[in-house]
């Protein structure tokens, strides 16, 4: 790392392992250069710009769906909105999951008004509205009263749309392009990086989704830098590196930054102190007591907090997921912008998948969803750590069994205090970035993801690289 900030090259940036002890997973990107130039405030509310985003670039790009643990067994299925589509996900067969748009061929109706279901078995897709009826693999079962059509109107009609499905570490994607690269390819580096992972181990913890007052990048930016954690999250200051985050830059878009977690940060005042903060960040998942690390310091407390999960994982099961998982896994947070329309944030224990999508008609609303996946916990003693909040957790030894509801927050406060502080000012830096007076985004090379990004959405609209 830079020793100070007269040694900071933006070529470089920090680099968190210079060590290199997470090797080729963790290691410095190249640089990429993205230029310099303002970025133009129209993209974020022109509505001939959010017409181009779907014509040509979200119906072009793999997007994430949903998680397979909520297709477990045959005819289970969920639905996924993107923009004015909505598409059915369902699991055909043992092995088999198939994608539809969610469109009754007869008079448009949707198949499906809910996010999760089962079709029994036997049972079929049933449109409400005339009765026809279509087989999970999407094959047409029946048209009601068939003889009163005439022959030439439904002769051609034997399936619903398909929509191109594949599934990496039980993520599951889908394409509205039939002639779109495999999903494998698109991620680039992102599947390497993260093979030690077996997110199949992971349940979900809680599922929030609301339609939120800015455009769908507006609020995607607020995730993909960490350079707005000292005003907007405070309390991370004692615990993370808010300025030395690393951040690399990939192929189609994609993007990462490595945010290296549970030590004295970067901001310390005094970074050897072991504050009362610090500790009680680590006893939370040591049942909420934190044994003495004599000779370990506040700037290397990573080492205690890496021993602590490594106990931990192996008091809840999951000893041998951990096994693969280098130091700096099981203490820093990974954090994925899988283009264009999610963030993963990467934890040992559990991931935070968050969806930013376009509205159907409004350039200065979009879709928001914050997916919390979670390790099941074996020890009943155990505090149950979410990411939305940063409250002491009430919740112990939660299993997983259970697949919590959707659920769509009212006020603030019920996505999380964590998420909230994004939340709060999301719609008003929309409202910024509409003002007369306001020129276009000026970045710092902590932001390098936003211009990545906006770099890629420019070459799938047929524009300069530069703007
Ligand atoms: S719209 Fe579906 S049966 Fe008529
Ligand atoms: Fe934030």
């Known amino acids: 790392m830079a020793a100070n900030n007269d040694d900071y090259d933006y070529r470089v940036g920090y680099v968190v392992y210079p060590d290199d002890s997470s090797g080729e997973a963790g290691r410095k990107a190249p640089y990429v250069d993205n230029g310099a130039g303002l970025i133009a405030p129209a993209r974020y509310y022109s509505k001939e710009e959010a017409e181009l985003e779907w014509e040509r670039m979200w119906t072009k790009v793999w997007v994430f769906a949903g998680v397979e643990q909520d297709l477990a067994e045959v005819g289970d299925y969920f639905t996924y909105e993107l923009g004015k589509e909505s598409i059915i996900i369902v699991r055909a067969a043992p092995g088999v999951i198939r994608a539809f748009y969610n469109v009754c061929p007869h008079r448009g109706n949707r198949l499906v008004y809910n996010e999760l279901g089962n079709i029994a078995e036997g049972k079929a897709f049933y449109c409400n509205f005339h009765g026809w009826r279509f087989n999970i693999d999407g094959s047409l079962r029946e048209v009601k009263d ?8 439904v002769c051609d009609l034997h399936a619903l749309k398909d929509v191109r499905c594949e599934v990496w570490n039980a993520l599951v994607f889908i394409n509205l392009d039939p002639r779109a690269m495999p999903l494998r390819q698109y991620l680039d580096v992102i599947p390497g990086q993260l093979k030690n992972y077996d997110f199949s181990r992971q ?11 800015a455009n769908w990048k507006i609020a995607l930016e607020a995730f ?6 000292d005003d907007t999250h405070p309390q991370a200051i004692p615990i993370t590196a808010t300025l030395k985050t690393q951040y690399d ?26 504050t009362q903060g610090l500790r009680g960040f680590v006893s939370l998942y040591n049942g909420g007591v934190m044994p003495d690390y004599p000779g370990i310091d506040g700037q290397n407390y990573r080492k205690a907090y890496a021993q602590v999960m490594r106990q931990w994982a192996a008091r809840n099961g999951h000893a041998d997921l951990f096994a693969r998982l280098t130091d700096d896994q099981i203490t820093d947070d990974w954090n994925y912008h899988v283009f264009p329309t999610i963030t993963i944030n990467v934890f040992s224990y559990g991931m935070l998948i968050q969806s930013w999508t376009p509205h159907p008609t409004e350039p200065g609303k ?8 979670l ?8 505090y149950v750590m979410g990411f939305t909040s940063f409250a002491f957790p009430q919740e112990k030894g939660w299993t997983g069994e259970e697949r919590p509801p959707v659920v769509y927050p009212k006020t603030l406060e019920e996505w999380g205090n964590l998420l909230a502080q994004d939340l709060e000012r999301v719609p008003k830096v929309q409202e910024g970035v509409q003002s ?9 090379e902590s932001e390098n993801r936003l211009r990545h990004y906006l770099t890629e959405i420019d070459r799938y609209l047929g524009r300069s690289t530069r703007v």
């Not at 979009?366 to 996946?373: G, K, V």
């Not at 007369?436 to 710092?444: M, Q």
């Open 146 to 153: 068939r003889h009163t059509f005439r022959e030439e109107t």
């Open 203 to 213: 349940r979900v913890y809680s599922d929030l989704r609301g339609v939120v007052d």
């Open 224 to 229: 993909i830098e960490f350079y707005h954690a």
């Open 249 to 274: 830059l990939y192929r189609n878009g994609m993007s990462r930054m490595i945010i290296p977690t549970g030590y004295a940060g970067d901001r310390a005042a005094k970074p050897e102190e072991v």
């Open 366 to 373: 979009h879709r928001y969803r914050a997916l919390t996946m």
């Open 375 to 382: 390790l099941p916990l074996n020890d009943p003693e155990q």
């Open 436 to 444: 007369r007076a306001y020129e276009g985004h000026r970045l710092s």
